[in-house]
């Protein structure tokens, strides 16, 4: 497997600089957000700084291999809503290609408890994902839709669910057990045996509860605001999240491609040491899972 640098978790840096600190850091290639007004992100359709983001990451030697786009209206009821974000999706697949990378992050729309016509939603949801899938294809890339708080798959339940009812080989789980594991939803084991076969991209990333038994519950999609916080965020190998035996089960159903760690300083600095120490420090000891699970794998 190779380790992606997410640039999530470089808010200070460039799109150039921060595929300098994952060089420094020893990655092997990077995951980079795409959206407006992020110091650390390709901006939408912006072909320019994709080009130079492109000439950057072949200097350095790594390559991007996601963009991560931030739209949430893919399951809107609104004709208008949903035709615009199905065209930002389009525009994140082209400048997808651009750069050289071969997955999209996805969140599947936005819901929250409380909202009202789940059905309705989940419908335009399956739509927008049926309409994009055969594009991304023509463009070899994959969408991948994130076990995700907010969103309309917050559970690896709901998520394969959509995968399997879309029914297309460019529509996969991006699978984020601390996603899980902070709201309370599937352990490894079950998240592996529900949606381990579906799965097209992983993201790493480690905390620790400051109260386990308390209730998720988030008001916002992207991120989980700081009154409603029950975690702490922490590199990797310093949290409760068993990375070793999760690649080793992950190497076991064949999962052979990118972990992207999902560092996250830009939402939660107070929580964390600086990139270029935060990177380094999880990136070895995500290389010592990682030759954990090949020699679980090797004594199979």
């Known amino acids: ?50 080009a130079e983001a492109l000439r950057v990451s072949e200097d350095l030697g790594v390559p991007i291999v996601g963009l991560t786009p931030y739209t949430t209206s893919i399951n809107a009821l609104n004709d208008g809503e949903w035709s615009a974000a199905v065209d930002e999706i389009r525009g994140a697949i082209e400048i997808a290609q651009l750069v050289g990378a071969d997955r999209l992050r996805l969140y599947a729309g936005s819901w929250h408890p409380g909202d009202q016509g789940h059905s309705a939603h989940w419908d335009r949801l399956v739509a927008a994902l049926r309409k994009l899938a055969p594009e991304a294809s023509d463009a070899g890339v994959r ?33 984020d057990q601390a996603n899980l594991t902070f709201t309370h939803d599937e352990t490894y084991q079950d998240a592996l045996r529900i949606q381990g076969d579906l799965i097209g991209h992983v993201h790493v990333k480690d905390l620790v509860f400051t109260d386990p038994e308390a ?6 999609t992207a991120r ?29 159903l064949g999962y052979d491609d ?8 830009r939402w939660h600095p107070q929580d964390l040491p600086e990139p270029s120490v935060g990177f380094a420090r999880s990136a070895a000891a995500l290389r010592a899972c990682l030759d954990d699970a090949s020699l679980k794998e090797g004594a199979r």
Request: aromatic share 8%; with cysteine; glycine share 8%.
């Open 143 to 175: 969408l991948c839709v994130e076990n995700h708080f907010g969103t309309m798959t917050q559970s690896a339940g709901e998520t394969a669910r959509l995968v399997r009812e879309v029914d297309h080989d460019a529509v996969r789980v991006l699978y």
């Open 258 to 265: 990118v972990v992207s760690l999902e560092y996250e300083y």
């Open 215 to 220: 209730p998720f519950h988030a008001s916002e």
């Open 1 to 50: 497997m190779r380790i992606a640098g997410h640039t999530l978790g470089t808010p200070e840096q460039t799109v150039p600089e921060a595929l300098a600190l994952f060089a420094a850091a020893g990655l092997d290639a990077a995951e980079v957000i795409y959206q407006d007004g992020y110091r650390s992100g390709l901006p939408l359709r912006d072909r320019r700084s994709a």
């Open 224 to 252: 989980v605001a700081a009154s409603e916080r029950t975690v702490r965020s922490r590199t990797v190998g310093d949290g409760i999240l068993p990375w070793a035996d999760i690649l080793s089960a992950l190497a076991a």
